[in-house]
């Protein structure tokens, strides 16, 4: 064998040897990039699914930073997030925005992944904490042609993200993100809905004994103490008797707009059923519960309620308050859900037996 046919031969199985390790490593990418997908798709709730995104992304492709924006314009997302408990500070990651406009430039046109080099000036809101990045991949999330947001790659490797790279696998990646996206939002609402009262928007009462239960056991472990406010409308068969089904619903709806300036962030609060509405608000004095009922008293009955046909209505409610502090050894929450309910239901009963418009501690 010729000198040059032996040079030939080794170089072709260099070549062979190179292209199947190539082949390998692509196919390592490929199951990495579907486990990766999965894990998005098998997101159970919004916590999972951005855990999945901004943590299992970022570790399993090697970055320095992964953002996800997404556009929120009602804050529905935000406040599903809430009533899920989920505080988006655990998520500094997840960013929101109320439009896409002006957040980078790329955006205007956004159909397909841009890929190219990072500039502090274009890119900063979508990698607010990121430091010595030099290439980035923006991808967008799109569902039914409007763009809902991005998912944001960056690398300290300026030649991991450059413009002639194949976008395809990531515009993939973007398909996949969008669609786990809009089932956990969905899936979010569905799970509301099951715990919303249509008139006045509030909790219902499913709801409410749920948050009783945390909120208690939340109390037990800080050593502080939990307040229930009762809260009936006065007379108010005699609303719908006189003025009709729809005059009621409107006072429903004005009272508990009226108790809802006054209550907290943190308090928990639903329709507990027909006219009777309940607060809960963890960590105050009996002073203060008392001072917040009173509060509540006096804007439900502050002016009257204008209805249709030139009337008005003269709103008032009574109010039952309870509180329990339960020690470390309490085990039972459930009894002390009901126990608190009930003195707060009786405190209630001597409001009204005392005349009405009216608090009654327990
Ligand atoms: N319009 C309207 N009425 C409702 C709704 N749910 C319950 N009700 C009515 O609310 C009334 C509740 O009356 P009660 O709480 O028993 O008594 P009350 O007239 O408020 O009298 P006191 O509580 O003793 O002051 C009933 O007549 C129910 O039919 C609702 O969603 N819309």
């Known amino acids: 064998m010729s000198r040059d046919l032996e040079n030939e031969t080794r170089e072709l199985r260099a070549r062979i040897a190179a292209l199947v390790e190539e ?53 529905e997302i935000r406040h599903l997030l809430i009533a899920d408990h989920v505080s988006t500070d655990d998520f500094p990651n997840v960013i929101f925005t109320d439009s896409m406009v002006g957040v980078a430039p790329q955006f205007n046109a956004f159909h397909k992944p841009w890929l190219g080099p990072y500039m502090g000036c274009d890119h900063q809101l979508l990698f607010p904490r990121a430091e010595s990045l030099r290439s980035v991949a923006l991808i967008p999330l799109r569902r039914n042609e409007r763009l ?27 398909v996949i993100a969008s669609f786990a996206i809009e089932n956990a939002v969905n899936r979010a609402r569905l799970v509301r809905s099951g715990l919303t009262d249509f ?37 108010f068969k005699q609303i719908n008797d006189q003025h009709g089904h729809l005059a009621g619903d409107m006072a429903l709806r004005e009272a508990a707009q009226r108790v809802d300036a006054h209550i907290r962030d943190s308090d928990a609060a639903a329709r507990f059923g027909g006219d009777e509405f309940v607060v809960l608000a963890p960590g105050i004095s009996p002073e203060q519960a008392g001072a917040l009922a009173e509060r509540i008293r006096a804007a439900v009955c502050e002016s009257p309620l204008e209805i249709p046909g030139g009337k008005s209505l003269n709103l008032t ?22 126990e608190l309910l009930a003195e707060a239901d009786a405190a209630l009963y001597r409001a009204k037996q005392n005349g009405r418009n009216r608090v009654e501690l327990a």
């Open 317 to 338: 409610v009574s109010i039952g308050v309870a509180g329990i502090v339960l020690d470390r050894n309490h085990s039972d929450l459930k009894a002390a859900a009901e």
């Open 199 to 235: 008139l006045t928007g509030w909790h219902n009462r499913r709801y409410l004994h749920a948050r009783l239960k945390e909120e208690l056991a939340r109390a037990q472990r800080q050593g502080s103490g939990l307040t229930c406010l009762l809260i009936d409308l006065d007379k």
């Open 23 to 75: 082949a390998a490593n692509n196919e390592r990418l490929l199951k990495r990039s579907q486990q990766r997908e999965l894990d998005l798709l098998k997101a159970d709730n919004l916590r999972e699914l951005f855990e999945a995104i901004s943590k299992g992304l970022l570790a399993s492709y090697g970055l320095e930073a992964v953002t996800l924006l997404l556009c929120d314009p009602q804050h």
């Open 148 to 174: 809902q947001g991005s998912l944001n790659f960056g690398s300290s490797d300026e030649k991991r993200f450059s413009r002639h790279l194949a976008t395809d696998f990531l515009a993939h990646l973007g």
